[in-house]
């Protein structure tokens, strides 16, 4: 696509340099990135915010298995003759439906929900081999398809990502409690029931967007890292939704910055730095765990300490019964 591109564009740049900002608009000046980076940005704030409760709630798994329904969803879409995000869309929809409704006895159901992403797959495949034409969206929904956007699917994608966004702030507090302690939020009147089929439902139309990145089978890069990586560095809720979409959104331009300079996907940009920074993150964390308790080794005994001084331990003994 680079050597094309240079060959038919006076004054195109096959490769990066040091000056960014003209590199930034070099790739602005075509509107293919521009819908690129306003799709890529859009998805990635929700699905950074969504996949920092997904960790919380430890819900990783079931994410996935949406994700792959999804694949179902799109590619009957294709024989239907619909948009393949549409399908991702209302599949992902009725079975985050249904995760939400079952709840807690959802838990613990790996087998289960593993089946389902199995036939999932396999029913998505049953449709595109129905298919009789060009099934390159279904297919392009597995990877994702980022630089194929249009301008329509782009402003579908900002206004979902704003319903998202509002939905998600207007049920900040109790989603937060929920995923904390389920049980005090319930005994406090927090409808957890219809918390978790709200969340499941924003989870669904994040899964719906985030797939055009990253596709089905990689969502977990975009999705989850991200909340991961987060919960691992910061203690605050507040701050770990920062850090969770500010790194979302990153990765996204980085991966599209690199794959609109070199021949390899986006969506292998994304899985990568998303798999080096939650490598970082736990190193981090190893680290500053070591440092604090080699911090409380180094800490001076008491005085009475190895001395058997026993006048020192009864007056510390008196001062505090006192």
Sequence with gaps: MIITLAAQVP?????????LIADLQDMLSFAFMRNAFAAGTASAIVAG???????????????????????????????????????????????????????????????????????SLGLGYLFISLYTGNAQNAYSILFGQIFGITTGAVLITIGTSVIVLAVLTAIFRPLLFASLDE??????????????????????????????VSGVLLIFAL??????????IARRPAAALAISGGLAVLITWISLGLAYYTPYPVSFYVTSLAFV????????????????RAGRARRPAPPWRGHGDAEARAAETATVRL
């Excluded at 004054?11 to 000056?19: A, D, H, I, M």
């Excluded at 969504?50 to 329904?69: M, P």
């Excluded at 009147?189 to 985030?210: C, H, K, N």
């Excluded at 999705?223 to 691992?232: C, D, F, K, T």
């Design 49 to 119: 915010l969504i996949g920092y409760f997904v960790v919380l709630r430890q819900s990783s798994f079931a994410a996935h298995a949406i994700s792959h329904i999804g694949f179902a969803g799109a590619a009957g879409a294709v024989l239907l003759g619909f948009s393949p995000v549409l399908g991702v869309a209302v599949l992902s929809l009725a079975a985050s439906g249904a995760m939400g409704v079952l709840g807690k006895r959802l838990r613990g159901r790996d087998v289960v929900i593993g089946m389902v992403m199995a036939a």
């Design 11 to 19: 004054g195109f740049t096959p490769g990066p340099s040091w000056n």
């Design 223 to 232: 999705l989850v890292a991200p909340g991961a990586i987060a919960e691992r």
């Design 277 to 292: 920074g939650y490598l970082a993150a736990r190193g981090w964390t190893v680290w500053a765990r070591q440092a604090r």
């Design 183 to 212: 049980e005090v939020a319930e005994a406090r009147g927090i409808r957890v029931g219809a918390i978790g089929i709200g969340f499941m439902l924003l989870l669904a139309l994040a899964v719906s967007e985030a797939v055009q």
